[in-house]
């Protein structure tokens, strides 16, 4: 299944810091992208600082699932263009933030809550367990993977309860999150995954680039049922 | 279980007209109010004609419950207040939205889909069945129960998928609706429920009634646990 | 997508009843593995006469999903052949209970519910309404399609709340169900599919097909992660 | 809300090892009535050994939440017995498992699952978040709590998606494990908490007790809608 995959990157971090520049020389959305050629998909990427944050109708339109990465600029996101996503991914679009893209504007507003957390920058050891293992977004994987330093996400995750729960984090320090949570609205498929900060190499690790290459698979839309809306004639008579 | 709730209305159609003036003489919020406050609650009404709608900080914080009813002017509904009544729910207030009040601001935001339905004024019956009989909104009702004459909604009901479904609706005219749906939102328990359209008796009815005395009590809140949120410290060592 | 499907059928009206036998000259599970073959799958079929009911341990190993229809005999089924079934759908096989099959007790077994209903032989229409447009098992579909002659199943259907509800049914006779229902459990797919009642020809019509291909797409097992059970050493040091 | 619960307890290991015996003087079982009692509650107990398990049909339709911990003799519970309780749950009656209760046959036919875990004796600590903090089951707790020394549990934990999930563990050795899970199966509320191991003095712990007593009164049964199934006549006039 060869999809279109549009990776978005707010792309602050990389100009702003050179040893994140340094990790990802073409940005967090570049290395993402690669992996996802190599997969077979058609990969291509927008940034926050391209018009309409690269993400015009046009593009919307014709991409099958949405990659997000964001952190510093989530409040910069045009109003506008976080709509667009929304409404596309209510149209079938699959969307799969990472990291603090749980804090972006599409996220919270297709989520309807606060989405808060604790965090914690300590650079200290994450284990991501597979919770549901026949998913297939867990294909391929062991009952766990580690990420040997990162930043840490603790409960309590103020998201919906998840569709169904994929993975759950254990993290050095002594909390718990919830790190792969997959949901259904309107016809899209939405997959938020934890793992990704910038200050470390984590989406140049097998098992994470395995999860977002399952996910977008997961992710792609399908045909589904037509659907009418607004004023309807009967089917049946009465009187 | 005595409970602080706020019936909000939009009392447009009442102002307009007539006959849904001389149905309901005290407005539909009035209507309400009455019969919570003789299953004894403390039951207040406010308007969108009234300052802030009459959901100010201080009457949306003493709120236990908020059942909410528009259809008209939903978009007349201001942004701030929206979002006030939003927040209270994600911080633990119930919210009860009534026929055309799953097009309101709040209940939009909260699940973060279209709500789209079809719909049809045509003053054909409805029966709402019960196919949650443990759930405690449905307590003392028998499998089914009838609205004479009402206005038609149908599906796709465009919401994620209710955490529980109470009622699904049968109509006349051919087609269904899930018409009765809980959702958890933050601390918040919502009940969306169908019935309500205001050119009928429908707030007069006594199985209407327990519906929405049971949603009210089954959307109290709770005192729940604390949750932190933010920067936090280790609760292990690590090096 | 090429999968070794495997039509379960008691095969008991069609010995019993010449109209049925007529109907389905090859059973009911020679009209289901006919269209699915067609469909390009290995679709085999298996009746409650064959020894081990057509269900030994070598069969079920091979079958990515498995196709059920019972109605009469659903007591007659061997327990060891039903806890073999349960088994293979928690180990990740498709289960896809047609009709009475929501009576058989590997249905009622993955369940743990009595899976209770209303019924009613009355030759009335039956109109599925697709409430979850988005969901796979409706590609294809209109918003909704009519059975012009069925049996009625109605509310309370005494399930647990499935994890994505795909189809509800208006009756003619005044009822609603649930007629389209997906679960997880184990690593296994399953969906319970309403239609199907031996005395009219259900499974000929296109709708039906549509659903039931699209379904065992669905339902079609894939790799997930391993996972590990029971005494485990520690990852972490600890005193 | 004064409830009858009936604490059951295989009472195996209360005699058959000293430590435990003198830990718990009056059993497990005994202990956890006590603060049942305590917190008004009408709480009497039974156990494996008593005829019919102490849980004879009178006893169990009196019951309005059962509270059971299990673990070496989980396969030594009649059948019929276990039927008895399925059935009551299914009918409303609350039942809350404890620890290996997991592994019992009411909960794991209730489940349809294998209810698989991994364990560990290892004398660890275990920290249990609470995830859902507006759940009543965690009022009055801080976000987590802490377990000096326990058994481990961990994942993947082979059960249904809970309905909603209140609490999840962190453990020394590494694992995770969702340690307080909701179902609604008929018209019963189930709590499944892990929490218990016999070795250690849980049981007299405030925050379990709190859990315990806030899952009995969320657990309890309330009235309901009446549910007829069966042959139905029909609501409707059709030809």
């Known amino acids: 299944m060869s999809l279109t995959v549009t990776v978005w990157n707010e792309n602050v971090h990389e100009q702003e810091e050179p040893a994140v520049a340094e990790r990802y020389p073409d940005g967090i959305h570049g290395a993402i992208a690669d992996f996802l050629a190599e ?9 926050l600082q391209e018009p309409a944050h690269g993400l ?50 599409p996220f919270k507003r297709l989520m309807g809550t606060s989405c808060d957390i604790k965090y914690r920058h300590g650079g200290e050891t994450e284990r991501l367990w597979v919770v549901d293992p026949g998913h297939p977004i867990a294909d391929g ?18 998201v919906p ?14 909390e718990v999150f919830r790190s792969g949570c997959c949901y259904h609205r309107g016809r899209g498929d939405i997959f938020a995954f934890r793992p990704g900060h910038e200050e470390y190499p984590i989406f140049y690790q097998d098992e994470v680039q395995t999860v977002i290459e399952n996910a977008v698979e997961w992710a792609a839309p399908n045909e589904g049922a037509s ?9 049946e008579d009465y009187e």
Do not use: C
């Open 39 to 47: 997969a077979g998909h058609d990969a291509q990427t927008a940034t």
């Open 56 to 105: 015009d109708a046009e593009t919307v339109a014709e991409t099958d699932v949405l990659v997000w990465w964001s952190h510093a600029a989530n409040h910069e996101v045009d109003d506008e263009v976080a709509d667009r996503v929304v409404d596309a991914v209510l149209d079938g679009m699959g969307f799969i933030p990472l990291h603090s893209g749980k804090n972006s504007k």
């Open 141 to 158: 994987l062991d009952d766990h993977f580690e990420i040997p330093e990162t930043e840490m996400y603790g409960e309590p995750y103020m």
């Open 161 to 174: 309860e998840p569709d169904r729960l994929v993975f759950t984090s254990w993290f050095e320090g002594g």
């Open 227 to 235: 659907a009418t809306h607004g004023q309807s004639e009967p089917l």
